[in-house]
């Protein structure tokens, strides 16, 4: 008989698997009250308008109010936007997006008038005010970044019509994500026992292409390109449109090109962007041939295609955990960061700061969205595998980070460059690997073990970085006035992907089409910056591991200084130094050593 497995609706879904919101408005009334009110109290701050150069004090109480205002902000906007990522298929979650976003160019607008005034303040007068106010120390770093942005502002009238066009601008991300989870539809597969499983954009991405029956697997990818061929025009569109759109803005603001506009808000140079990805790739191919080959190898593939580079190289041993003992496994490893940090994992996997569930309408994928003065919240499709624990440890690692800088940090100093966001969740990944291996006796989980670090790094390493490097050609392309298609797009995905894999990866349509897949093309550059985190949480990991308590304590206190910083200066609290390609030099070649004990464990 034809068994069928079915999705959840999200009013389906037991409450224990999903996260908790009520801590950041108890009903959906609270959240429309204070929606409006947030939209009503912006004149008081608008009341400030022109008189941001009359003293330091006028100026302070200006940045507290404003302040104030974002903590509202943020909890307003994190709620819509939590319960949209839910069931992205629900018109009141479509709709109250719609309306945040509305709210969002509104405040923006309405607020541009302040970097405007700063940054028309008289030379000098920044720097006295700081000297004569010490309660205005907080948003000293504030103040000079603006003050960096001096030379790309535009008048004060061109600054408020870009913000209140916000929303216009923010288009080809939403139309993106409305797209990916409320339009696509997928044809159902069948196993080699006739039952009819279902497909959606998650089950492919968190399931199917992890699946060890190969057969599975690649009807599974055959059914989930046939999907993007069929909207791959539509995305291709909106994608260009997002492209054309940073290098209007480049050019509108004087920046020299797209990329010195996008890495000027991470606070990165040039060198440590272009190091990241031409070392990675250059010294990185190999090691991953040699491990596509060594894959193709033992699995006793006809070919070995893009849809098969995640497949299980040990499909027999596929260690399976409840969530439960997924979170046991996790504190216990983790509990060499001390009790501040441990104490927020136990809050986090206990009091419902995480939502595991699979339902209909739910975003792909898995994120940590950290809401200042409330408590990070986690996104996870949570299926049992001992994989998921690894995913876990790592958007834990973001609840973390977020948690200790948001206890440490006033709002505006909490969140740091993008540069080095990704290093706090890998750390977790890897020492969460590290903790496993050091338990296992059994020399098939330690292989696993391996596979799953592997796993980490392919993530960021490869799949990230690859991105990064069909950005920088793309906005190449788009500079040297070429246009851009759907066609364009897929022919530099494929060139980038056989110029990382050579011969040994069959790049076929649908790997070519893997542009499609992922939002970070609608966040400035912030594919590349996976790579620089694990960098540094390579780095650090391993002095965590030579030195014990001395690198913890500086971990700690690289989480705890926040945004305070640089990224440059931020990481070296941690002993590591990012301005030289010598940590990236070493994380490639820790790679190479986990493919070579991978290599070894077959012989």
């Not at 130094?577 to 990236?584: G, L, V, Y």
Request: aromatic share 10%.
């Amino acid at each position: 008989m034809e068994a069928t497995e079915k999705r959840l609706l999200r009013s389906e879904v037991p409450d224990k698997l999903t996260w908790d919101l009520r801590d950041l408005f108890q009903t959906d009334e609270d959240w429309e009250k204070e929606l409006k009110a947030v939209q009503e109290s912006l004149s008081g701050i608008v009341s400030f308008k022109g008189q941001l150069g009359q003293d330091s004090q006028k100026l302070l109480n200006c940045l507290n109010e404003l302040e104030a205002l974002q903590k509202r902000v943020i909890r307003v906007s994190t709620y819509a936007s939590l319960r949209q990522s839910a069931d992205g298929t629900d018109p009141v979650n479509q709709g109250n997006s719609s309306k945040v976003a509305a709210m969002l160019a509104k405040v923006n607008a309405d607020l541009s008038f302040i970097s405007s005034e700063i940054l028309d303040l008289p030379d000098g007068t920044v720097d006295t005010y700081l000297k004569e106010n010490n309660d205005l120390q907080k948003f000293s770093k504030y103040l000079l970044d603006i003050l960096e942005t001096k030379p790309y502002k535009l008048s004060p009238d061109t600054e408020k019509a870009l913000a209140s066009l916000g929303e216009v601008l923010d288009a080809p991300y939403t139309v993106y994500q409305f797209s990916k989870s409320s339009d696509m539809q997928f044809d159902s597969i069948q196993d080699d026992n006739g039952n009819v499983l279902p497909m959606s954009f998650a089950l492919f991405e968190d399931r199917y292409e992890l699946v060890p029956d190969t057969n599975l697997r690649r009807k599974a990818y055959d059914s989930f390109v046939n999907t993007l061929k069929q909207y791959k025009n539509t995305f291709g569109a909106n994608y260009a449109t997002e492209v054309k759109k940073q290098v209007a803005l480049a050019r509108l603001r004087n920046y020299e090109s797209v990329t010195h506009m996008l890495l000027a808000p991470q606070q990165v140079s040039l060198d440590m962007y272009h190091n990241q990805l031409d070392i990675i790739q250059k010294e990185l191919a190999p090691h991953m041939r040699k491990f596509a080959k060594l894959k193709k190898e033992v699995l006793g593939l006809d070919t070995m295609r893009f849809c098969d580079l995640k497949a299980p190289l040990d499909p027999e041993f596929n260690p399976t955990t409840t969530y439960e003992e997924a979170s046991e496994t996790i504190l216990s490893a983790l509990s060499i960061m001390g009790d501040e940090y441990n104490e927020a994992m136990k809050k986090a996997l206990t009091e419902r700061w995480v939502d595991l569930a699979d339902n209909v309408g739910k975003s792909t994928g898995a994120f940590c969205s950290s809401p200042y003065g409330v408590h990070p919240y986690i996104l996870i499709t949570w299926t049992d595998t001992m994989r998921g624990a690894f995913i876990l440890a790592h958007e834990l690692g973001h609840a973390g980070h977020f948690y200790m800088a948001g206890r440490n940090q006033d709002l505006v100093n909490t969140r740091p460059s993008m540069y080095c966001i990704e290093a706090p969740s890998t750390i977790n990944e890897l020492i969460l690997g590290e903790h496993i291996l050091s338990k296992a006796e059994d020399p098939r989980m330690k292989r696993w073990v391996i596979l799953q670090l592997l796993g980490t790094y392919y993530h960021n390493f490869v799949t990230h970085l690859l991105e990064a490097e069909f950005q920088r050609r793309v906005y190449d392309l788009a500079e040297n006035g070429t246009p851009l298609t759907a066609s364009v797009f897929c022919e530099q995905k494929a060139n980038v992907l056989k110029d990382f894999w050579g011969d040994t990866v069959e790049i076929d349509e649908g790997a070519s089409l893997t542009w499609m897949r992922q939002p970070h093309y609608y966040m400035g550059l912030y594919p590349y910056t996976y790579s620089a985190g694990l960098t540094v949480a390579t780095a650090a990991a391993q002095m965590i591991k030579d030195e014990g308590q001395p690198a913890v304590d500086r971990w700690l206190e690289l989480l705890k200084a926040g945004g305070t910083l640089k990224p440059l200066d931020l990481i070296k609290i941690s002993g590591v130094d990012m301005s030289k390609p010598d940590a990236i030099r070493k994380a490639v070649a820790y790679v190479g050593s986990l493919i070579d004990e991978l290599e070894k464990s077959y012989n």
